[in-house]
């Protein structure tokens, strides 16, 4: 199970980094296209788009891994120890109910697009529409494997994620 963690880790980790490597790739080009050609990438900013989106779905379960979502937990942390981990273990569940909700209507959504095309590049509607049930799906897998570590309020570092990375 380390090892597959460690894979996930680490192909998470890629692919999020690689889709905002490229926007910022097709972003740089387009803006120098039009200020010193006077012409762009037709294509650029619906790609650019839908890179962005896939990196905020498939980096949701890393940003989870390392505390970084969005909690107020202001009158959770004044209550004793057992309410709080009753109401983390809770919060597991609704993160795990609705993400699955997601990846489920995500999967209608793809199969519902999948016929129409794309504005600018032609291509299915469906294949950008993938992010969705892919980035819930990586979402489930993190939360599975930290939701301990999650109630118990021990979230993962930076630092800690290369040492997971390295760990045999």
């Known amino acids: 199970m380390a090892q597959f963690e460690r894979v996930l880790i680490a192909v998470n ?5 690689s889709s905002l490597a490229i926007v910022f790739l097709i972003v740089i080009a387009n803006v120098i296209g039009r200020y010193l ?3 762009s990438l037709a294509w650029g900013e ?5 890179l962005m989106i896939f990196g905020v779905f498939a980096g949701a379960g890393l940003a989870l891994r390392s505390g970084r ?3 107020i937990d202001l009158f959770v942390a004044l209550l004793p120890k ?6 983390r273990w809770c919060a597991v569940v609704v993160m795990a109910a ?3 909700l997601v990846l489920w209507f995500g999967i209608q959504f793809v199969e519902f697009g999948w016929n129409k095309e794309t504005m600018a590049t032609g291509i299915s509607r469906g294949i950008p529409y993938l992010a969705i049930p892919f ?7 993190h939360l599975v494997l930290t939701c301990r570590k999650f109630v118990a309020g021990d979230f993962e570092t930076d630092t800690h994620l290369d040492e997971v990375d390295v760990q045999s």
């Open 13 to 17: 980790r890629f692919l999020v980094a």
């Open 37 to 39: 050609f006077g012409s």
């Open 46 to 50: 619906e790609v650019a788009r839908f």
């Open 69 to 71: 979502l969005v909690e």
């Open 82 to 87: 057992a309410v709080r981990l009753t109401i």
């Open 98 to 100: 609705f993400m699955g």
């Open 135 to 141: 980035g819930s799906f990586l979402f489930l897998c």
